[in-house]
């Protein structure tokens, strides 16, 4: 599937982390579509909002992304057989932890991975078995802006860890294409999802990054609130692409989604860089090869 078809029949959506933010906005507009879900997130207590609806298109599994892989494929298992098949995976859950980079060390980095990056991996490894046999699916994976903005202090083990997503959904777009199976990288600015901000790192504490670390976690602890984006929209964008309605119809799948004028602008800006920088080298660039 290389375009973005109509979709006439209701999907079967498993969405992980939907106790708020993007993941409570996309079970919303998901069903208002008609489709069907499978809410997760790491407490059933956390979807009690979700469960009150009382929606028949809708059921509730715990599902904690860090539980590892036989864990969590139980769970994508037992979900594939709430309606008999699963059509579109979205990789939702993930968390930001704040921190100077030294600071935080491999420990933080580790932390950090283990919800954006081997999360996702260990949930798309659990549904591609049942996406195969079908020879049909979408695989969603929401990114970030940050990995084409990394340059902010404290921003280093999150820009990472979605840095590294990003590229993981780019090799297994090519490597499950030919089973029918589709793609999606979603790449939000910053939206004002009221998810509470992670505490800033600060257990091991440079000298040297005092006053950095200061205004560093101020400006982390300012951002609540004030974020240009409007989620609910940004996931109705997302159910159009998946569905090839609104301004999805009838055009080609894009696999990479990027959300917001502020990732919008950044995106532009770092792709600028990179190709000046090279032009600006352009003899180094060119100049390393053997002699012929």
Same mark, same amino acid.
């Given at each position: 599937?290389?375009?973005?078809?109509?979709?006439?029949?209701?999907?079967?959506?498993?969405?992980? *982390?939907?106790?708020?933010?993007? *993941?409570? @906005?996309? =079970?919303?507009?998901?069903?208002?579509?008609?489709?069907?879900?499978?809410?997760?997130?790491?407490?059933?207590?956390?979807?009690?909002?979700?469960?009150?609806?009382?929606?028949? /298109?809708? @059921?509730?599994?715990?599902?904690?992304?860090?539980?590892? +892989?036989?864990?969590?494929?139980?769970?994508?298992?037992?979900?594939?057989?709430?309606?008999?098949?699963?059509?579109?995976?979205? /990789? /939702? &859950?993930? !968390? *930001?932890?704040?921190?100077?980079?030294?600071?935080?060390?491999?420990?933080?980095?580790?932390?950090?991975?283990?919800?954006?990056?081997?999360?996702?991996?260990?949930? @798309? +490894?659990?549904?591609?078995?049942?996406?195969?046999?079908?020879?049909?699916?979408?695989?969603?994976?929401?990114?970030?802006?940050? !990995?084409?903005?990394?340059?902010?202090?404290?921003?280093?083990?999150? $820009?990472?860890?979605?840095? !590294?997503?990003?590229?993981? &959904?780019?090799?297994?777009?090519?490597?499950?294409?030919?089973?029918?199976?589709?793609?999606?990288?979603?790449?939000?600015?910053?939206?004002?999802? /009221?998810?509470?901000?992670?505490?800033?790192?600060?257990?091991?504490?440079?000298?040297?990054?005092?006053?950095?670390?200061?205004?560093?976690?101020?400006?982390?602890?300012?951002?609540?609130?004030?974020?240009?984006?409007?989620?609910?929209? $940004?996931?109705? !964008?997302?159910?159009?692409? =998946?569905?090839?309605? *609104?301004? $999805?119809?009838?055009?080609?799948?894009?696999?990479?989604?990027?959300?917001?004028?502020?990732?919008?602008?950044?995106?532009?800006?770092?792709?600028?860089?990179?190709?000046?920088?090279?032009?600006?080298?352009?003899?180094?660039?060119?100049?390393?090869?053997?002699?012929?």
């Amino acid at each position: 599937m290389t375009s973005s078809t109509l979709i006439s029949t209701p999907l079967v959506w498993l969405i992980t *982390g939907t106790s708020s933010g993007f *993941g409570n @906005c996309l =079970v919303a507009s998901v069903l208002a579509r008609g489709d069907r879900v499978i809410a997760t997130a790491r407490s059933l207590e956390r979807l009690s909002h979700l469960q009150a609806q009382g929606n028949p /298109n809708l @059921c509730v599994r715990q599902l904690d992304v860090t539980a590892g +892989a036989a864990a969590i494929a139980a769970v994508v298992a037992e979900a594939a057989g709430v309606w008999g098949r699963l059509d579109v995976v979205v /990789n /939702n &859950a993930g !968390a *930001g932890y704040p921190g100077l980079l030294e600071e935080g060390g491999s420990d933080l980095l580790r932390k950090q991975f283990a919800v954006n990056f081997f999360g996702v991996m260990d949930v @798309c +490894a659990a549904s591609l078995p049942f996406l195969r046999a079908q020879r049909s699916g979408t695989i969603v994976i929401v990114g970030s802006r940050s !990995a084409w903005k990394p340059e902010i202090p404290g921003l280093g083990h999150y $820009a990472a860890s979605k840095a !590294a997503v990003g590229a993981l &959904a780019e090799t297994l777009t090519a490597e499950v294409a030919p089973l029918g199976v589709r793609v999606l990288l979603v790449e939000p600015g910053a939206f004002r999802t /009221n998810v509470s901000a992670q505490a800033y790192f600060t257990q091991h504490p440079i000298a040297d990054y005092d006053a950095l670390r200061g205004v560093s976690a101020a400006r982390f602890g300012s951002l609540l609130g004030t974020e240009p984006g409007d989620p609910a929209r $940004a996931m109705e !964008a997302v159910v159009d692409v =998946v569905r090839g309605e *609104g301004r $999805a119809r009838g055009r080609a799948w894009p696999g990479r989604l990027v959300l917001g004028t502020d990732a919008e602008r950044d995106v532009r800006a770092k792709c600028k860089r990179v190709l000046d920088n090279m032009d600006e080298w352009i003899e180094d660039v060119r100049g390393v090869g053997f002699d012929s």
